[in-house]
């Protein structure tokens, strides 16, 4: 027999203090409630009730059984309003580490949007290139670009491509010249993504890849447009960043006839067997969203 059932019959039993005033009330015959009865009896060994034909009555035991009962049966009860409520719509404080550029630009007005569609969700947003340990730091979601290290316990989902392409300034292009080919680019002078001591090479499909000429190496996104829009060099971005200067036409495209490299965009959880709802409706809005974005 279920447990839990026999228990709630148990407490309701004794909470009307008869078993055909309980098996009224719960839509049982008599002769059930008193099965029930006998199963937590027999599976705990202990008698619970003493009955005769006019009364019945708790034993020592029976009292401490009943309390526990109740108290179970209660968290029981809340734990499943705590679920009704989970489907019904998110709820509760969603921690979220994503890059300072594309967190901010892409993936928080995302995140705001379902803030104000779910009164009930808050929101805990940090901005950091660094990747940070999820359990450690206490973050329900990293979002990422690149490719995603092997993380043991961690859950990895695609959820947007990025086009990165290759864009100068029309003053810098007519004092050097367009390059027409990848490996022109040689023969240009780069503004340089530099984070960590790291200089990351440009790269192409077809596995090319190269790190130009440099003398100007920034470890911000926007700052190495704005250095190439003023003519300082050629810079190797993600298309969404540079949209509004390449039609304002302080950026230009280059090699626009190469396919574009997609750099992929990562959401990323600890592994559980429940993935709440709050984060599955997140990573569920931004693999919907920012893929226009890009």
Known sequence: MDRLLSMAVFVKAVDLGSFAAAAEELGLSGPMVGKHIRFLEERLGLRLLNRT??????????????????????????????????????????????????GRRCVTPVLLELARKYPALELDLSYNDDFYDLAENGFDLAVR?????DRAGVIARRIARQAMIVCGSPSYLEKHGKPEQIIDLNQHQAIMYRRSGR????????????????????DDLDAIADAASSGMGLAWLPSWLVRDRLQEGTLVQLLSDQPGLPYDCYAMWLQTPHLSLKVRIAVDALAIALPKMM
């Open 53 to 102: 034909t006019r009364r019945q009555s708790l034993t020592d035991f029976g009292h401490v059984y009943y309390e526990s009962c109740r108290i179970i049966l209660a968290e029981v009860d809340a734990t499943d309003a705590q679920a009704a409520d989970q489907l019904l719509e998110p709820r509760g404080k969603l921690r979220v580490t994503m890059p300072v550029h594309f």
């Open 145 to 149: 670009t690149g490719i995603p290290e």
């Open 199 to 218: 200089i990351p090479s440009w790269s192409f499909p077809g596995g090319e890849a190269l790190v130009p000429i440099n003398r100007i190496r920034l």
